[in-house]
């Protein structure tokens, strides 16, 4: 069953969250993920406006979603960002 990696982020610092992106986007699609939104136009709907940034990748399965995750590849990658540079959120959920 499909899962999706749902990350909101409100940027702080865009040169080291920059730096995070581009490489993530290659771990992503390095373990499968597909990424179905990244960025762009948002319009918020009901719920506070903190975050400015959406992402969502799908994945074969939760498992590899979580491997992804995991992976030192994406820790090193998401050091840029967890120095501050912005405040994330992510959560997977599975596919119906």
Request: hydrophobic share 40%; aromatic share 14%; with cysteine.
């Amino acid at each position: 069953m499909a899962a999706y990696w749902i990350a909101r982020a409100k940027v702080i610092n865009a040169e080291s969250y920059k730096k995070y992106a581009d490489k993530a986007g290659d771990i992503v699609e390095k373990y499968g993920g597909k990424f179905l939104a990244r960025g762009g136009d948002y319009k918020i709907m009901e719920g506070s406006d903190h975050y400015t940034r959406f992402v969502v990748a799908e994945f074969p399965n939760m498992q590899i979603a979580e491997q992804c995750f995991n992976s030192n590849e994406y820790k090193s990658a998401a050091a840029h960002r967890r120095n501050g540079a912005g405040d994330v959120e992510i959560i997977f959920v599975e596919g119906s």
